[in-house]
């Protein structure tokens, strides 16, 4: 090979694709080089020779373009891969201006492939199956029966990844998110089916190098990416239709199209990547070169057409160890997870560079760790937390009030074991701390009695609208007995009533009527504050020890969801400033979203598997966190004799308490209303709190 033969990679910083490709081109002689924004995954590699810095194609195209053709002069490289679809579209409209060959066919080939809604159209007049598929005004006049996936018609136009709802209220409202942030969106039915991939490059004269896998494993679950796969011989009818469609296209270029396989037997087509993707190092390594070939094509080169061998395993480690994990019988595909490792093709585990991985999965596991940190971190959270108990600005150097980070996964488990076993208590291992801090900071006015933030969960019941036992009748005559004894306290409103709350992908119910406004306006009489328990109820996962309305979504589906749920409760006349999450449950790393949106954020025993063990009232970033945990969570006869040590011990701070609706019920509120009684002068007012919580905020 010639010296100037040099393919420069460019990568938005962390892709494990770029590594595999590089790695690839170096093994037939390429010099090859890697830009990005900032030093990235694939500049770390033996296989890249330089790094470059080059603008991202978000700071604007005369940015990104005028860093990219410096750094191609400069470097004198021959070839140029892009690696993502907005830089994928300025260099192929922009082709005739730049100094390097692009690698594609027409533009409007190019624009087709990765417009969605275009590619559904040909894709079915080239005879390849596709997802059912509509426009979000022709699926809210007639939805799909089942859930259905809404995604941007184009990335380029608005960068979302794809969401699945069951309610077709939600998936019309996110659509509508879509178009007001400038993109067009599709809605497609959601399938279930074996993910497979056709991979090729194709030249003028049609595909010239080609492979076929299977997914034996995807992660997440069941729509995620290869986690395990392997080659399989190519399916000459389904390879016939795909080289109609690039036809049709005037395609040049890799590309990657993934099908999911249906009971039926059909394939439907599901994407078309014009660029690097995750598992190519499987097709290098069954014999189909994707890079080299395509790097040939594009600078004159004679190639030969290769075709990938079968039976050839490719596996992404970290995720295929997850969904063994999570596997019916995870003991025994976690073994096979750990022996298909050993002579599988990695994008990133190689033995010629072995400290690359893991020097990747530790810096991952640094991200994970500081994005759980709270955002106003260390002195600023204690100060807060300290003012919000009446302390002295001094006292926010003691650790009792800083806030932890959220730790490992093993060290939550751990500890939700510890409490489960006694050894671990909010009243020990926070109020006792916290007291002792108070005793030196306030000495005498520390004791007096304690501020009892009483909860109630929740209006209407979860099961209200299935079961008349939990229906309106029960939340009346509940608040009935709080009001009678004069009990301030939270009443946490799911925005409906919610049919089949413990059934995923269930749909019905109807929203709060006037007799519902009329009662909650009577517990706002009554000095209830009203907070949100998320937007339906409805647990997103069947195991009952995941049951999570949040849990799994990602920071703009999460936003959609309480946006949606806070809207409901708009109408009812609710605007609260308190979100009691349902089921106790939300991944710590959505704490900035629901941050952003409420003042307090509750939490609960189910909460500590998530976040971890934290005590509380306190500040975590820009939200106060207060998770009540046993025996101050729990039935009414049990909270009133640990409510009675607390009167008693005279901690005279904020100290939650939650009760539930459904859990009075059996004994017709009898130990409800011996509790009530005794609490009463206690209780304090969440209004109250929640205007020191605002005065803590600016300390």
């Known amino acids: ?259 999911l396989q249906v009971a039926d037997g059909r394939r439907l087509l599901i994407d078309l990547n014009p660029r690097f993707y995750g598992s190519l190092a499987l097709a290098v390594r069954a014999g189909a070169n994707h890079p080299d070939v395509w790097g040939r094509l594009i600078t004159g080169r004679d190639v030969a057409r ?51 991985a893991p020097r990747f999965l530790a810096s991952q596991f640094a991200r994970k760790l500081k994005r759980r940190l709270p955002s106003r971190r260390g002195s600023g959270d204690a100060r807060a937390t300290a003012a919000l108990h009446g302390l002295p600005v001094a006292a926010a150097s003691s650790r009792a009030l800083r806030s932890r980070p959220v730790p490992p996964r093993p060290v939550r488990v751990a500890q939700r074991v510890a409490m489960k076993a006694g050894r671990l208590s909010f009243e020990d291992a926070w109020l006792a701390p916290l007291q002792e801090l108070r005793r030196r900071q306030l000495g005498q006015a520390a004791d007096g009695p304690p501020r009892l933030l009483v909860r109630v969960d929740e209006f209407p019941y979860y099961s209200g609208f299935d079961d008349p036992k939990f229906g309106y009748e029960a939340s009346e005559r509940f608040h009935l007995v709080m009001a009678e004894a004069g009990v301030p306290h939270l009443m946490s409103v799911v925005p409906q009533w919610t049919h089949e709350p413990l059934v995923p992908g269930s749909s019905g119910g109807r929203r709060l009527d006037d007799r519902d406004c009329a009662l909650l306006e009577r517990m706002r009489g009554d000095g209830v504050t009203l907070a949100q328990h998320g937007c339906t109820h409805r647990t997103r996962y069947t195991d009952p020890r995941r049951h999570s309305e949040l849990c799994g979504l990602s920071p703009a589906a999460l936003g959609q969801l309480l946006d949606e749920g806070r809207a409901k409760l708009a109408d009812a006349g609710v605007h609260p400033r308190v979100l009691v999450p349902p089921f106790n449950r939300f991944d710590a790393s959505q704490w900035q979203t629901l941050a952003e949106r409420y003042a307090v954020v509750t939490g609960g ?67 409800l209303r011996r509790l009530a009684q005794r609490i009463a002068p206690y209780a304090a007012s969440w209004d109250e709190f929640l205007a020191d919580v605002d005065v803590s905020h600016g300390n």
Do not use: N
């Open 306 to 356: 290769v075709e990938a061998r079968p039976g050839v395993r490719y596996q992404w480690f970290s995720r295929d160890l997850r969904a063994s994990l999570a596997s019916p019988r995870p003991v025994l595909e976690t073994a096979r997870c750990v022996r298909v490792g050993a002579t599988a093709a990695h994008s990133l585990w190689s033995w010629s560079e072995p400290a690359l």
């Open 605 to 671: 025993p189910e909460s500590v598997a998530l976040m971890g063990f934290h005590g509380g009232p306190q500040w975590r970033g820009d939200a106060v966190y207060l998770p009540c945990y046993a025996p101050l969570y729990a039935t009414a006869a049990r909270v009133l004799p640990a409510v009675e040590a607390l009167i008693e011990q005279r901690i005279a701070t904020w100290i939650p308490v939650v009760l539930h609706t459904g859990w009075e019920i059996d004994d017709d509120f009898a130990a």
């Open 1 to 259: 090979w010639d010296r100037r033969v040099r393919a420069l990679i460019v990568d938005e910083g962390r892709d494990r694709a770029s590594v595999a490709a590089a790695r690839a081109l170096a093994a037939r002689g390429w010099t090859v080089g890697s830009a990005s924004p900032a030093p990235s995954l694939a500049s770390r590699s033996r296989a890249i020779s330089s790094w470059h810095r080059v603008a991202h194609s978000d700071d604007g195209e005369q940015a990104f373009l005028g860093s990219l053709c410096e750094v191609v002069d400069d470097g004198r490289f021959d070839v140029v891969f892009v690696t993502w679809e907005s830089a994928v579209e300025l260099v192929s409209r922009h082709r005739e201006t730049l100094p390097f060959p692009v690698g594609y066919g027409p533009h409007d080939g190019v624009m087709c492939a990765m417009d969605k809604a275009r590619m559904t159209l040909v894709a079915q007049e080239c005879g390849l199956a596709v997802p059912r598929t509509a426009s979000p005004a022709d699926y809210g006049r007639d939805p799909f029966p089942g859930p259905a996936i809404v995604k941007p018609a184009l990335q380029t136009e608005v960068a979302e990844k794809a969401e699945a709802f069951a309610d077709p209220r939600r998936a019309i409202a996110h659509a509508s998110s879509l178009e007001r942030a400038g993109g067009r969106a599709i809605v497609q039915e959601q399938v279930e089916g074996r993910l497979i991939a056709l991979t090729l490059v194709a030249g003028p004269r049609g595909i010239v190098s080609v492979a076929q896998q299977l997914a034996e494993k995807v992660w997440p679950h069941p729509a995620g990416v290869t986690a395990r796969g392997v080659t399989v011989p190519v399916d000459r009818e389904l390879l016939e239709a795909v080289e109609r469609l690039l036809a049709r296209l005037q395609w040049e270029g890799m590309a990657q199209l993934q099908f």
